[in-house]
């Protein structure tokens, strides 16, 4: 099957991925400056997820953009994907009430790295699903950034509980280092 329902169903999703992250987000009862000093740590929170699920959506687009054809095994993968996003929003919003309480942050590393892991298989799916040699194959070689943010992230949720701000300093990083899509793909498309 073509792959345009798949992306147009992961696009939606994430869409509302966004909007509810967003409506966490509670009006302040006061009507001064001083009234969004205990929203800090919400936004803080949003910022990072908002940016983490700009992350995915980047890279899923580039992902997808060199594949043709889907099969069931793809879309069960990329629903699994989905699935880890979509608790992005309750543990951003528990973490950011809770000001980067340790357990909250641990949460959101756990999040995040069952996302990567998750990413991974769906890649892995559909290497297998286009051929050893295909195009996608090539691009995503060893994936060696998706192996490093899988370690960042195993680092990060225990250290939550020595030093919440310290694990934030790693998915912080992570975020950091796939702020830039995978040109592989492009590049390999190009040539």
């Known amino acids: 099957m073509g792959k345009g329902r798949l992306e147009a169903f992961s696009d939606g999703v994430i869409a509302i ?9 509670k009006v302040p ?10 929203l800090i740590p919400v936004f803080l929170g949003y910022v990072l997820s908002f940016i983490y699920i700009g992350i995915y959506w980047n890279n899923h687009h580039h992902l997808l953009q060199a594949v043709r054809q889907v099969n069931g095994r793809i879309l069960w993968a990329n629903l699994h994907l989905l699935f880890w996003l979509s608790l992005i929003p309750f543990v951003t919003g528990w973490m950011g009430e809770n000001h980067f309480a340790a357990v909250p ?4 590393g756990t999040v995040l790295l069952l996302a990567a892991i998750a990413y991974y298989i769906l890649s892995r799916a559909l290497v297998s699903h286009q051929g050893k040699d295909s195009t996608l194959a090539i691009a995503i070689g060893d994936d060696f950034k998706g192996k490093v943010s899988v ?8 250290l939550a509980f020595v030093n919440s701000w310290l694990a934030c300093a790693f998915y ?3 975020a950091i280092i796939w702020l830039i899509p995978d040109r592989r793909i492009e ?3 190009t040539s």
């Open 29 to 38: 009862h006061g009507f001064d400056l001083a009234a969004l000093r205990p």
């Open 105 to 108: 942050v641990a949460l959101y």
């Open 151 to 158: 370690v960042f992230y195993a680092v990060a949720i225990p």
């Open 187 to 189: 590049k390999t498309l």
């Open 17 to 25: 991925i966004i909007t509810i992250m967003v409506l966490e987000i």
């Open 172 to 174: 912080v990083l992570v």
